[in-house]
């Protein structure tokens, strides 16, 4: 290692102070703000970009979401054996700081549809370098990420000396409020950013911005830590008790299978069985680390339910009503809502709730919280479940394989009765039948007055017919529910004029008498049209209010006027597909209980594995606890290639049901588990270490292999001794 960086063993460097605090952790503080926006900012919009950039179906998205967080949760061991074993913490963020940035660039970049737009029409031409590249981004940014998390807050920890206690735990809660404001910005602002539209020939969803900022922020985290440089204390790397655990465990499986046969005399342990090699309160120790590992196994079951606010349920947002008056929420700033409710409910809880149980005299223990937060987390997938369902009450029920679905709309100054079907549609002045006809005929005839018109209908689709005067015009309607919450509309001339239609974001071009313009995909809000006289110029504005994923067919009539000064209020509007009535307020129920799940669940959850760790072993708990949120996000993969439901509420209610039959599982295990305290069983296994020496070395003769082992051994107990990191956010 370089010179600035000094050994564990050795005094450690006094670094510059202000107000009994090293400066040092300011450089710190803001690095690890900047890194979490940028780390949640980018994945907030991610599951949007994965279904409307890149043009992936809903699972497809999920499943490569959720495989993006697995992996950010299973580098940072590697991180951590890299920077306690070769390069040190500093070294180790730096580096992967910087592959973490240009991963953000090439995702940034990746978005940019002008790229490969060639013709101009707004979509990439070459989807495949776009997949590529996001690709190559979210892998740079789980390794940057995920490597350098388990290395920021033990580093800045090393900041202080022995005689700083007190300053210590005060940086260890801002650290912990810097990673939740960062959170709660980054869901706030980028969000905005996606919704803004910008692009070189065509204007499009702004994620190359959504995705820049992020990026920026990381360089300035990067910069900043740099900056910093000159001011840290550095601990050379002394070797991670993680390998030294492993290599313990391996040992103690290796020589038991040696020793199988039944003339060995059993041990009461099977970690006993390293006693050849390795001390015994090293043993002692990996015992008490496992207890702890053995009630992480159900964990996985949480991290697969409360993950999923950055996927289904952002997806679920996107089908519901954002306008909330004073300012209109987009689907992926509902996020918000989980930082905004941590800050709130972790000092009421902590403060409030606990104190309140314990005057009660209930024994409100950590693994009895673990449990109830499972519970919420199971109830608050319940509760998404029903939101579902009453979302899918208000969904346009599309054609099945072997069925067609008709609509009439009259064309014509004047009320007819149109018969279709066998039933008769009294069908008012430039108005349409108020729902489809599903049918498996085709064709069918279309009686009005004394004409007959036999209609072709295809399978699987909506079609539209125009009843003019003098003829029928079918067309085909929109088959799904307009992306991203937007709002399909087209237009439909009665007059006798070709009439140029258009709005600030799209032109639709010159629409023909008796013709029918293309869908235009226009935003939430005020729309304002223009409908020009392509003859004269004349032109008439209309400006329409617009909320959430609809569709629209405009009617203008052979009455219009263009010159009129309300010339707008002469055109039809006819529902195809009625907006988002769901209001998104409904989900902040699900998102209370998921987050106080997450409180009652995750923060006891580390101080638990904690109190219940040798102070040299919490790296190796900390590690199996990030590693339950990575199998967790692959359960959701297994899941839902394996269930297969067609139903999107039943998902919820799997989800939830599973992780209460896991609960059930761990309110079991947590019944039987005996608390210990890992200091004071350190101290009997140290008072004892003399005595062991000798009967190892009895122990050894029975076996030639075992004493070669011992006789070579000089034990380990391995590792440092970790800071106790309260962080809910990891």
């Known amino acids: 290692m370089a010179d600035k960086e000094m050994g564990i063993e050795q005094k450690k460097k006094k670094s510059a102070e202000c107000c009994g605090y090293p400066i040092s952790i300011f450089f710190i503080v803001v690095n690890e703000f900047c890194e979490r926006f940028s780390y949640y900012g980018m994945r907030a919009v991610l599951v949007l970009y994965f279904t409307y950039f890149l043009r992936w179906d809903e699972n497809t998205a999920i499943s490569i979401y959720h495989t993006f967080v697995a992996l950010c949760y299973l580098t940072p061991i590697l991180g951590a054996i890299v920077a306690d074993s070769w390069l040190g913490k500093f070294k180790t963020i730096v580096y992967l700081s910087i592959v973490y940035t240009i991963g953000q660039g090439v995702l940034a970049v990746s978005a940019i549809h002008d790229i490969t737009d060639h013709n101009r029409d707004g979509e990439p031409d070459d989807i495949t370098f776009h997949v590529a590249l996001s690709m190559v981004g979210l892998a740079l940014i789980a390794i940057g990420t995920g490597g350098i998390k388990p290395c920021v807050s033990a580093f800045g920890g090393d900041q202080f000396d022995d005689s700083q206690e007190r300053q210590r735990s005060t940086f260890f809660s801002i ?21 803004q539209e910008c692009g070189i020939h065509t204007q499009q969803k702004c994620y190359p911005l959504a995705f820049g900022v992020p990026a920026a922020l990381m360089l300035v985290a990067l910069v900043v830590f740099i900056v910093g440089s000159s001011m840290y204390v550095k601990v050379s790397p002394q070797g ?13 499986i290796k020589n038991r299978f040696r020793h199988r046969s039944s003339r060995y005399p059993k041990r009461e342990h099977w970690m006993d069985w390293a006693e050849e090699k390795y001390k015994k309160l090293l043993i002692a120790q ?14 996985p079951m949480f991290w697969a339910l409360f993950d999923q606010q950055g996927s289904r349920w952002t997806l679920q947002a996107t089908t519901m009503d954002g306008n909330f008056g004073i300012l209109v929420i987009q689907p992926d700033q509902m996020q918000m809502m989980n930082p905004i409710l941590i800050l709130a409910l972790v000092p009421i809880v902590d403060k409030g709730l606990y104190p309140l149980i314990e005057k009660c005299g209930l024994n409100f223990s950590a693994l009895k919280r673990m449990t109830v937060g499972m519970l919420m987390a199971g109830l608050a997938f319940a509760v998404a479940g029903f939101v ?12 099945g394989a072997s069925q067609s679905q008709v609509k009439l709309l009259n064309m014509q100054n004047l009320q007819v009765e149109a018969q279709m079907e066998g039933q008769i549609y009294t069908l008012k002045p430039y108005e349409a039948m108020p729902d489809y006809l599903t049918t498996e005929n085709s064709p069918v005839t279309v009686t009005v007055g004394s004409a007959k018109y036999d209609i072709v209908l295809y399978k699987q689709m909506r079609e539209t017919v125009f009843l003019f005067s003098d003829q029928t015009v079918k067309e085909n309607d929109t088959m799904s529910k307009p992306a991203e919450g937007k709002n399909a509309i087209r237009f439909v001339n009665g007059f006798i004029k070709t009439l140029n239609v258009s709005w600030s974001g799209d032109n639709l071009g010159g629409v023909d008498p008796n013709a029918v313009s293309a869908y235009t995909l226009v935003p939430q809000g005020k729309a304002m049209f223009s409908i020009k006289d392509v003859t004269t110029n004349q032109e008439c504005k209309m400006s329409k209010d617009l909320s959430f994923g609809s569709s629209y067919t405009y009617v203008i009539p ?6 009129a000064e309300n010339c707008g209020s002469s055109i039809v ?15 902040l129920p699900q998102y209370f209980l998921m987050t106080c799940g997450e409180v009652v669940f995750s923060v006891t959850g580390l101080e638990f594995s904690y109190s219940q760790a040798p102070s040299n072993m919490k790296s190796v708990l900390q590690a199996g606890w990030l590693l339950t949120v990575a199998v967790g996000n692959i359960i959701v993969l297994i899941i839902a290639e394996a269930a297969q439901l067609s139903e999107k509420w039943a998902e919820y209610i799997l989800f939830a049901s599973l992780l209460v039959a896991v609960c059930i599982v761990f309110a079991v295990m947590a019944y039987f588990y005996e608390y210990v305290d890992p200091a004071e069983i350190e101290a009997q296994f140290a008072e004892k270490e003399p005595e062991d020496k000798d009967k190892n070395k009895k122990r050894g003769s029975l076996s030639s292999s075992s004493s070669s082992s011992s006789s070579s051994s000089s034990g380990s107990e391995g590792g440092k001794d970790d800071d106790d990191i309260k962080q809910s956010k990891m």
């Open 240 to 252: 991670n008790i993680m390998l030294e655990v492993c290599k313990c465990i391996g040992f103690a």
């Open 558 to 563: 052979n009455t219009f006027d263009i010159a």
């Open 388 to 399: 579902q369902l009453q979302i899918d009450n208000t969904l346009p029920k599309f054609p």
């Open 175 to 195: 650290f912990y409020l810097s990673i939740n404001a960062g959170s709660l910005l980054s869901t706030i602002i980028t969000p905005i950013l996606r919704a």
């Open 286 to 299: 990996i015992k008490m680390v496992l207890k702890v590992l053995f009630l992480y196994i159900p964990l």
């Open 573 to 587: 509007a006819n529902m195809e597909i009625q907006s988002n009535s769901i209001h998104m307020a409904w989900q």
